[in-house]
Each structure stands twice: as structure tokens, then as C-alpha cells.
């Protein structure tokens, strides 16, 4: 059975730094692109941008690109969304989702998200 | 990239159907065949509902399909049912290699 199971929720202050995970099983990670995805409280999905395990080819939503660092670790089959610097907007809820079997270009199956607070 | 455009509500009641539409440019839904929906219930994961502009996957009823023409796509619903009433976004490729959300749609069955 194929999961993503994300890291638990945080709570934060601005200006601290925090990565979140997320753990791929039931599939070769390294075949799958993983995306990830922010909605922020009562707002509508935001793509930020998607990695490809096997080789670590990146892409960014230009709104997000130079916000956050994506990455990711094949040997332990986990994908990494990265802040060096916490800002309040960003508290949301942040998915990860898996490209998918059928063209790669839809997503397919999603992490439980991870509730990130961000506030002083 | 700008998201993509989509009504904020559609409504309608049991057993009718329902069209939402994503508009997008030539650089993301009118260039590419690559346009999926996502259903989402308060509190729940987005669940994909079509790929590909037209494709269901597996386990998805067929009331549910998808279509596009130009630079708009939408995703149709008919019989519509209670457990239909979620929030609903498009989401296309775009030239860039990566990818965009429409605004989102709530959907209410009255």
C-alpha cells in the first residue's frame, strides 16, 4: 500500500528555522516525483514546487523559489521542505503528494499535512 | 505564474449537474493536455478526481468528468449527490515545468 506519512505539526517563532518530512512507502521512492503543496488557514492549494528523488532535479513555484529548499534523501525514502527563516504567513497546513502512475502529471496520493504555526 | 481561475461557488441541487471551469493561459491549460481535478472535503486530503483533462482514475465515479477547449477547463458533475458538496481545484502543467492550482470552487448541494 503506498504512503506518505508526514511529519507532526510545529509551533514556531518567527525568524526560527524548521524542516518538516515526508516518508514515502509501498513504492520505489525514486521513481515518483514529490510535490508539496501549501493551503494556508481557510484559503485554497498552492503548488510550491517538486523534486524527483532519484536525481534530486528540483523545480519552484516562482512565488515560493528562494522562500523554502526542498530536498530529498532516497536512502531513507524521504522528502524534506526546508525554512531558514520563519515569517507568521507562513502558517498553513503543507501536503505532500506524489506524482502518479497514470502520465506523472496529476498527484495521486497525499501526506496527512503538516500544521506548521508560525507565531511570536 | 498567476492561479489559474475558477468560480468561488457553484450550486445546485440533488440530481442536477454541475460545470466548474478553470481558466487558465496558453502557458499552463491551453498548451498541455495535462489538467487534473482535486475534491476536497473540510478537514480531509485533496483526493484526485480526473487527469489528463478527460481521464478518471480507478474507483472514481463516473458522474464526474472533465473536458477543455482553449485555455478553459472544466469538470462536470451530474446526478449530483450530497457527498458531492467539497471544495474542488483544477490544477494544469505549465511551460515552466512546474505546476499551478485553480482558486478553488466550493460546491453546494441544496
Known amino acids: 500500500e503506498v504512503q506518505l506519512v508526514q511529519s507532526g505539526a510545529e509551533v514556531k517563532k518567527p525568524g526560527e528555522s524548521l524542516r518538516i518530512s515526508c516518508k514515502g512507502s509501498g513504492y520505489t521512492f525514486t521513481t515518483n516525483w514529490i510535490a508539496w503543496v501549501r493551503q494556508m488557514p481557510g484559503k485554497g492549494l498552492e503548488w510550491m514546487g517538486i523534486?524527483?528523488?532519484?536525481?534530486?532535479?528540483?523545480r519552484y513555484s516562482p512565488s515560493f523559489q528562494g522562500q523554502v529548499t526542498i530536498s530529498a534523501d532516497k536512502s531513507v525514502s524521504t522528502a524534506y521542505l526546508q525554512w531558514s527563516s520563519l515569517k507568521a504567513s507562513d502558517t498553513a497546513v503543507y501536503y505532500c503528494?506524489?506524482?502518479?502512475?497514470?502520465?506523472?502529471?496529476?498527484?495521486?496520493?497525499w501526506g496527512q499535512g503538516t500544521l506548521v504555526t508560525v507565531s511570536s | 505564474q498567476s492561479a489559474l481561475t475558477q468560480p468561488a461557488s457553484v450550486s445546485g441541487s440533488p440530481g442536477q449537474s454541475i460545470t466548474i471551469s478553470c481558466t487558465g493561459t496558453s502557458s499552463d491549460v491551453g498548451g498541455f493536455k495535462y489538467v487534473s481535478w482535486y475534491q476536497q472535503h473540510p478537514g480531509k486530503v485533496p483526493k484526485l478526481m480526473i487527469y489528463?483533462?478527460?481521464n478518471r482514475p480507478s474507483g472514481v465515479s463516473n458522474r464526474f468528468s472533465g473536458s477543455k477547449s482553449g485555455n478553459t477547463a472544466s469538470l462536470t458533475i451530474s446526478g449530483l449527490q450530497a457527498e458531492d458538496e467539497a471544495d474542488y481545484y483544477c490544477s494544469s502543467y505549465t511551460r515552466s515545468s512546474t505546476r499551478v492550482f485553480g482558486t478553488g470552487t466550493k460546491v453546494t448541494v441544496l
Open positions: 503528494a506524489r506524482s502518479g502512475t497514470y502520465s506523472g502529471y496529476e498527484t495521486d496520493y
Open positions: 523534486i524527483y528523488p532519484g536525481d534530486s532535479d528540483t
Open positions: 489528463d483533462v478527460t
